[in-house]
């Protein structure tokens, strides 16, 4: 039986029942980022190359000892299929595919996209494009209240390199400011036509590098992921269906 910290409850949400607190983890190839629902703040955990599945479940669990929670929901930088991560990370370390994070959690866990999470919690309606612009290149497109994760980022691009490869934190270091701006402009208006979307939204960290967003683009915020966490357990149920993890 799976251990809990301090201060959890005994109630057992299922995907189909609404918890009273969810625990929210973004996982990104610099900070791991969680969020309880009823908090106000957001707990930063270092990450990187040496970040395994392991490391950030013992790590999170001991940063939330003595603050209870029902559910968590895990965003997650890569391919997700079934509730479960398909590939390992790029950013990261080893260990995440066939990690079980309902067991190590000793709670219901949903595990999504990472850009899938934070699209959720930005989605107003219609047909949305989102992409989050932070250590690689995250995307998420939502059609209708339909969410479909892409994996856009490792397609070519120009000159033998890929989106991510331009967009990325590897592309802003090499391009410089000025020129990473201009090919994320770039990058909003090709995938936007491709796509036939009528909403963009630009989220991540490096988002807030863009001195102007280009026409018919919103910048989101990192509290979107929070509130797409959230979502996935209280206000779409079909969703939280689709993302649970199987046993």
Do not use: C
Request: proline fraction near 5%.
């Amino acid at each position: 039986m799976a251990t809990r910290t301090r201060g959890e409850s005994d109630r057992e949400p299922s995907a189909e029942h609404e918890p009273r607190v969810v625990l929210v983890i973004d996982v990104g190839g610099t900070h791991v980022k969680a969020k309880r629902s009823n908090d106000s703040q957001v707990t930063k955990i270092d990450s990187g190359k040496d970040m395994t599945a392991a490391r950030m479940v013992e790590q999170v669990r001991a940063a939330f000892a003595g603050r209870g929670y029902d559910a968590v929901s895990i965003g997650y930088p890569g391919v997700v299929g079934g509730g479960k991560p398909l590939h390992e990370p790029f950013n990261l370390g080893p260990g995440w595919v066939g990690f079980h994070f309902e067991h190590a959690f000793g709670r219901p866990t949903l595990v999504i996209n990472d850009a899938a999470m934070q699209a959720w919690g930005a989605y107003r309606g219609g047909r949305m494009l989102f992409l989050g612009l932070g250590t690689g290149l995250g995307a998420a497109l939502i059609v209708d209240g339909a969410l479909e994760p892409m994996e856009l980022a490792h397609l070519p691009y120009k000159n033998g390199r890929t989106y991510e490869d331009y967009a990325g934190k590897a592309g802003l270091k090499r391009l410089g400011k000025k020129k990473w701006r201009e090919h994320v402009t770039k990058i909003v208006e090709r995938l936007r036509t491709a796509l036939e979307v009528d909403d963009v939204v630009l989220g991540g960290g490096n988002a807030k590098l863009l001195h102007e967003l280009p026409e018919g683009v919103r910048g989101g915020s990192n509290a979107d992921a929070f509130a797409g966490g959230v979502r996935l357990w209280r206000n779409r149920p079909a969703a939280a269906t689709a993302a649970r993890a199987a046993p």
